[in-house]
């Protein structure tokens, strides 16, 4: 008997999207992790878009999903773009010059999503184009893509709230006057049930918590939207927070917060946290009980830079983790069980063989 329902049954939303292909299990029913991959079927954070210069076309990404067993995928522009005419293709790399949010990335990528067909992989499009310390025109930007295109976007993010490696390059930081100012956003997203992933660093090496009041203040605020702190508020700035500081600030959070859920993409989280034994020891423990609400995903940059090689690096250096975890866990977050609840999709992820 199996519990897992027939993914090619399930009702497709996109357009372009085709349904997920059924992954052969090597035991009847249930996935046997001993021998079958721990690399997650879900990847729910990818830049479609470069920050500047030439992007990976959508088809050649689906060719990688396919090969790699990725069979879910939230498809993000960038939150902020270099000027069209800049030569640079990393922020980092041009302090000075001015990036910005923008709604040309989440045109380009429904475009691409709606004339390309990518069999046995799930697209979800997500609306990238907030400034969120300039909340006025949200809402009427979500109205300007809903009216071209009805019921194709389904998320919102990464969108930055704080993100202090931009901050050279002129991105302003939100502040609480600016969140307080997300109601009519907010509200639309809640009724919407569509979650919003928001990229904000916790603080940096000096400090911290140096910037926890902000994700704080949009909780505070907003405590019934779905919310999904990217990156587990890690970033480059804040590789040495003491794993017990850093697991009791979001513990404290996920409890007082029914509705916030983590992200744990980005391989700084594997490079600082996860790859070393005794703070991993610290953290597997907190995922196996937040489970239900951690989402996987690689933060690939679909920079024509890159190739097959290195997506297929970073989503196994971004999966690793998932080879520590308990069954449960492994089930929710690898094979994308908290995935298709955030979503509300009815896909079921299958059960664990018994050991
Ligand atoms: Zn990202």
């Not at 497709?12 to 059924?22: F, M, S």
């Not at 498809?75 to 990393?90: E, K, V, W």
């Amino acid at each position: 008997m199996t519990r897992w329902r027939s993914l090619a049954a399930t009702t497709v939303v996109l357009v372009a999207v085709g349904a997920p292909a059924e992954p052969a299990l090597a035991r009847a029913g249930c996935f046997d992790r001993s021998t079958e991959p721990y690399t997650s079927v879900v990847d729910s954070h990818v830049h479609l878009r470069p920050f500047g210069g030439r992007g990976i076309p959508l088809t050649e990404m689906g060719d990688y999903w396919r090969r790699t067993g990725v069979r879910y995928v939230n498809i993000y522009g960038i939150g902020q773009i270099l000027p069209a005419d800049s030569p640079c293709t990393y922020y980092l790399d041009c302090p000075g010059t001015p990036v910005l949010p923008s709604m040309r990335n989440d045109l380009d990528n429904v475009h691409d999503a709606m004339q390309t067909k990518i069999d046995g992989v799930r697209l979800t499009l997500s609306m990238t184009f907030p400034d969120l310390a300039n909340p006025a025109g949200i809402v009427d930007g979500m109205r300007t893509l809903d009216a071209a295109y009805p019921g194709q976007f389904t998320w919102m993010g990464e969108v930055n709230l704080i993100k202090q490696a931009l901050l050279p390059n002129d991105a302003e930081p939100a502040t609480l006057e600016d969140i307080a100012a997300w109601w009519p956003f907010m509200d639309e997203l809640r009724r919407r049930d569509i979650p919003i992933t928001i990229h904000s660093d916790l603080g940096n090496d000096a400090d911290p918590l140096k910037y926890l009041y902000l994700m704080e203040g949009v909780l505070a605020l907003y405590p019934n939207n779905k919310i999904v702190w990217a990156h587990m508020g890690l970033s480059e700035q804040l590789t040495t927070i003491e794993p017990r500081l850093h697991i009791a600030t979001l513990r404290r959070l996920m409890d007082q917060y029914p509705k916030l859920y983590l992200d744990i993409a980005w391989r700084v989280l594997e490079d600082n946290c996860f790859c070393n034994e005794p703070t991993r020891e610290q953290y597997v423990p907190f995922l196996n009980e937040y489970s239900s609400r951690i989402i996987p995903g690689t933060d690939f940059v679909a920079s024509r830079k890159k190739n097959f090689s290195t997506y297929q690096e970073e989503l196994d250096v971004t999966s690793k983790i998932n080879k520590f975890v308990s069954d449960n866990a492994f089930r929710n977050i690898a094979l994308g069980q908290s995935y298709f609840d955030l979503l509300g999709l009815p896909d079921e992820a299958p059960p664990i063989c018994p050991a």
